[in-house]
């Protein structure tokens, strides 16, 4: 009986960090393919173009796919969009 006391709490902490995990995954999985209206307007060009771009490093950051963003014109407005 004392071995189930002992081994249970080391699967809970096991299952909850398996599901923190997936939940990262999934959140990083959510940028990708996106427009991100909240990091306000963009300049295409500048910030979409290079590695120091607005854009650009919003998506390399956090988009699991790495290929970076675009100045995407939405409602005569440009927002950055993370590439698929």
Known sequence: MASKKVIIPFVLIAVLLLC????????????????????????????DKS????????????????????CKLNNNKHHCHCYC
């Not at 997936?22 to 295409?44: D, F, I, M, R, W």
């Not at 650009?56 to 675009?70: A, F, T």
Request: net charge negative; proline share 6%; glycine share 10%.
């Open 20 to 47: 923190q995990e997936y939940k990262n995954n999934v959140a990083a999985q959510s940028q990708c393919c996106t427009e991100h209206p909240e990091l306000g307007k963009c300049q295409p060009g500048v910030d």
């Open 51 to 70: 590695p120091d771009g607005k854009c650009w490093q919003y998506c390399m950051e956090n988009c699991e796919e790495n290929k970076g963003g675009v």
